[in-house]
């Protein structure tokens, strides 16, 4: 049998699937979005305010200097990471329980309860705001981190409840049955069988938790009453003022907000995408 | 399926592993979070401690903290928790406060947002007190009317002027010294100056506008100069802002595209001010709160002149006419339990020697007449003009009607009309002529609302 030869037209198609341009192309003008952002930040954070190079030179650390010790960021870096900590970890183990629920036990109103869970996903939490206040206010927790750990964790809760009773879904009950079938109690089964594999997704649902209250601007500002215990977002807001904004404070507050959470990524990233993609297939 | 044994151990080791750290975390947040609560100073036993919310928390922090330990020194008995805001979300953390239940003992206002807090029955009239009290004749008479009338048209004084920032023409004098020309105080200068400032092939351009967020304030006080308006409204309530010379300007002003910089119908204040230090635009029509700034990025005090607005074309000579200035003011909450040792606060932030401190620093009109001897007075150019101007019996002072509930609303919605105007999708006439509808409806609505 001969095959025809290609025209020119097969041969530049076959020349561009080869280069693999079309992954090339779209990636790099989707990283040139992403990325451009990120540069002004640092050409912005390491310039002093008089330079005009689009590269930063000279280098200076007086803008660092400037947000960690006069605008109090040392202060809102240490709340920062409270409430992240305090989130991820309530985030964690009352997910972990309700996902559990919702995974393994037939309850009457259960399809209610997933659907009400996705329902609050509807509400924007500006609106919960007043509300929200006058709780934590009856129960004298304004001005108290404890209000942003509640208010972050309750926050996060409908959504990942929802995911961890996918991950738990995933796991086949028959190995906790097995255990319990040797004497294990149904939570020791659980701590026993099912946690441990549950890793990756304790890794998913905390890198979120963590990035989500790490990145909670309005709580931090309504529910917080002292300079002491602002986060890092109103501390990035403390450089825009009323009639100027000081660029290289906000870039350079901006890199220490940035830098934690690209860390966490860049640490967590292997079980991310393993928590993301174990629930997607059934066992 | 049995588990063996091994595993089983190594699994029970893993989980107990896996509960002390989570348990640890939480221990370690609890610890956290009580310390950081426990940083919060407990007032002494004998002494009253209030709540100061600074309206620009960040930038005016260090001011506020050189003023609070001189009133706790004269002031024994009370003590100042301050708490810097974030510009941006004042009127938001105030509302949520309010609504709540537990607003600040004495706050920091914006001119702008007081009529929103007023309107929620928030703060402590302070007429009687005012009149009552040594700083009673020391405070701008034309702050004092402006603020009376941002929340009300009654005359009630709902907070007390600390700062005054009027419209200014700000000139990068670099510029100006090069093209051999000074900073106009008439409007066909600006418009003539503009143009011969303009060297596209080299980046220079005459002006920066304002076009997207804020640019009907802006664009009013501007307006307001050029047809030499002496009030939004005529005596029957009609807005006076289609006019045909408030429509002669914003004709002329909208024309000037290729004189100012590009892309300027997306400029709110950041992105134009950022323009105008960039060195490279010769005017940019702001206010004076942007003084500091301008002064550092241009590379100081010799290199940038700020003006009122120019006059108007149909004024007469020496006549200005101008918008009452964007004030910053201290207002008394009806919450507070303290509400004596918040007026001692206030006439002390209010008097020549702290409000001269503070708006020397920020380079603000100050509101106590008393700080206009101070020496530092006279060496700041701006401040010194607009002093001039103010003190000047020919100038026309317009006050805005920011007791109209739906004001705010109506500048937003002109707001995107005006980048329609630079656009070219409708006409300068259309812009006015809208923008004058809605202010004649806005004060119909509030005049027979409170009939």
């Given amino acids: 049998m001969s095959v025809a030869p290609l025209g020119v037209s097969g041969q530049l198609a076959r020349r561009w699937e080869g280069s693999r341009l079309y992954l090339w192309v779209p990636l790099g003008l989707f990283l040139l979005f992403t990325l451009v952002p990120f540069y002004w930040m640092i050409v912005f954070a390491f310039r002093p305010d008089s330079s005009t190079h689009p590269y930063p030179w000279p280098v200076t650390l007086a803008n660092f200097r400037l947000v960690w010790n006069v605008l109090g960021f040392g202060v809102f870096f240490k709340n920062s990471v409270l409430v992240g900590v305090g989130t991820l970890v309530g985030v964690n183990v009352v997910s972990a329980l309700s996902g559990y629920a919702l995974a393994r036990f037939n309850f009457r109103g259960r399809s209610l309860l997933v659907v009400g869970l996705l329902c609050t996903q509807f509400v924007p939490g500006v609106m919960l705001l007043i509300p929200l206040f006058i709780i934590f206010r009856h129960l004298g927790l304004i001005d108290n981190l404890l209000a942003l750990v509640i208010g972050d964790t309750v926050f996060q809760l409908p959504l990942t409840t929802l995911l961890m009773s996918g991950f738990i879904r995933s796991v086949p009950a028959e190995l906790e049955e097995a255990a319990m079938v040797d004497g294990c109690s149904r939570l020791k089964a659980f701590r026993a069988v099912t946690l441990p594999l549950l890793r990756p997704a304790f890794v998913a649902i905390g890198s979120f938790a963590f990035v989500g209250s790490w990145n909670n601007f309005l709580f931090a500002l309504i529910f917080m009453n002292s300079q002491d215990h602002f986060t890092l977002p109103v501390g990035l807001d403390y450089t825009i003022g009323e009639f100027s904004v000081n660029f290289g404070a906000l870039a350079a507050g901006g890199v220490l907000a940035a830098v934690p959470v690209v860390l966490v990524f860049a640490l967590v990233q292997r079980y991310l995408v393993q928590g993301l993609t174990v629930g997607a297939i059934k066992g | ?451």
Wanted: charged residues 15%.
């Fill in chain 2, 1 to 451: 399926m049995r588990i063996p044994t091994q595993r089983k151990h190594q699994w029970c080791r893993s989980t107990r592993v896996g509960s002390v750290v989570a348990l640890a975390g939480m221990l370690l947040t609890s610890a956290g979070v009580a310390s950081a609560t426990a940083a919060t100073a407990k007032p002494h036993a004998s002494s009253v401690t209030i709540t100061f919310w600074d309206d620009n928390g960040g930038p005016r922090t260090p001011l506020y903290m050189h003023l609070i330990p001189i009133f706790e020194r004269e002031n024994p008995g009370i003590k100042v928790k301050y708490v810097g805001i974030p510009d941006p979300s004042v009127l938001e953390k105030y509302d949520t406060a309010i609504a709540g239940g537990d607003p600040p003992d004495i706050g920091a206002i914006p001119g702008g947002d007081l009529a929103a807090i007023v309107a929620q029955g928030a703060l402590v009239p302070l007429n009687k007190l005012y009149k009552a009290s040594p700083l009673n004749g020391k405070l701008l008479p034309t702050l004092l009317t402006a603020t009376a009338a941002s929340s009300s048209n009654d005359k009630t004084l709902w907070a007390l002027p600390f700062s005054g920032v009027p419209s200014t023409l700000w000139c990068n004098m670099v510029l100006f010294r090069a093209a051999h020309l000074a900073c106009p105080t008439t409007w066909n200068s600006f418009f003539s100056d503009a143009k011969a400032l303009t060297i596209p092939s080299k980046g220079q351009y005459g002006l920066t506008m304002r076009g997207a967020s804020g640019s009907t304030n802006q664009l009013t006080d501007e307006m307001v100069s050029y047809a030499g308006l002496t009030s939004y409204f005529t005596s029957k309530g009609k807005s006076t802002f289609d006019s045909p010379r408030a429509v002669e300007f914003i004709r002329r002003f909208a024309a000037l595209e290729g004189v100012d910089t590009p892309n300027d119908v997306d400029n709110g204040y950041l992105q134009m001010v950022a323009e105008f230090d960039s060195k490279k635009i010769g005017m940019m029509l702001h206010n004076l709160g942007s003084y500091a700034s301008n002064v550092s990025a241009l590379g100081g005090p010799n290199n940038v002149v700020g003006l009122t607005e120019p006059q108007g074309p149909y004024n007469k000579p020496g006549v200005l006419n101008m918008i009452a200035p964007g004030l910053d003011t201290y207002g008394i909450f009806k919450a507070s339990k303290n509400q004596a040792a918040d007026w001692k606060f206030e006439q002390f932030l209010l008097s020549a020697q702290a409000n001269g401190y503070w708006n020397q620093q920020v380079g603000q009109l100050p509101g106590n007449s008393d700080v206009l001897k101070q020496a530092w007075v006279a060496k700041q150019q701006p401040i010194k003009s607009m002093l001039a101007v103010l003190a000047d019996p020919k100038t026309v002072v317009v006050s805005a009607p920011n007791y109209l509930p739906q004001l705010g609303t109506i500048t937003t919605n002109m707001d995107t009309l005006w980048q329609e105007v630079l656009t070219k999708q409708i006409t300068p006439q259309q812009w006015c002529s809208t923008y004058a509808s809605q202010l004649t409806s806005a004060e119909y609505l509030w005049t027979h609302g409170h009939r």
